[in-house]
């Protein structure tokens, strides 16, 4: 009999990996919690769930930066954002995982080692 455990793993093909951090370190309210869900919210609203520009998103206990949170990077870029609030969320949904265009000024670190704007 077939087990989780003894199946292949299996990825259906995406465009984008997010990672919200969640921890308590970089923002003292956990705020990352309440972006992790309107994260999942806008991008049904934008239809970045499924095909080519699908965009999957995972929640991060810690994601080593431990100040000015919300954190919240996109992958493959590998780019940075702090400080997100729903606004700027909203912005890197459409602007970035949508429109393929960083909020430049909300990026403090990218792929690499290279820092914000
Ligand atoms: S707790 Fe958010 S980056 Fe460490």
């Known amino acids: 009999m077939s087990t989780p455990e003894s199946r ?6 995406y465009a ?5 951090c969640t921890g308590g370190f970089c923002s003292a309210e956990r705020r990352g919690r309440a972006i992790y869900s ?11 769930l499924f095909g080519p520009r699908r965009v999957k998103r995972s929640e991060a206990p810690c994601l080593g930066v431990c100040a000015g ?15 997100v609030t729903e606004a700027l969320l909203e912005r890197i949904v459409v ?10 000024d909300a990026v403090f670190h990218r792929l690499g080692g290279a820092g914000g704007p």
């Open 38 to 48: 309107r994260l999942a919210q806008l991008l049904q609203r934008e239809d970045l």
């Open 16 to 20: 984008r990996h997010v990672l919200v």
């Open 69 to 83: 949170g919300p954190i919240l990077a996109v992958y493959p870029e590998g780019t940075w954002y702090g400080g």
């Open 95 to 104: 602007e970035h995982l949508k429109g393929g265009q960083e909020i430049r």
């Open 8 to 13: 292949p793993p299996v990825m259906e093909r």
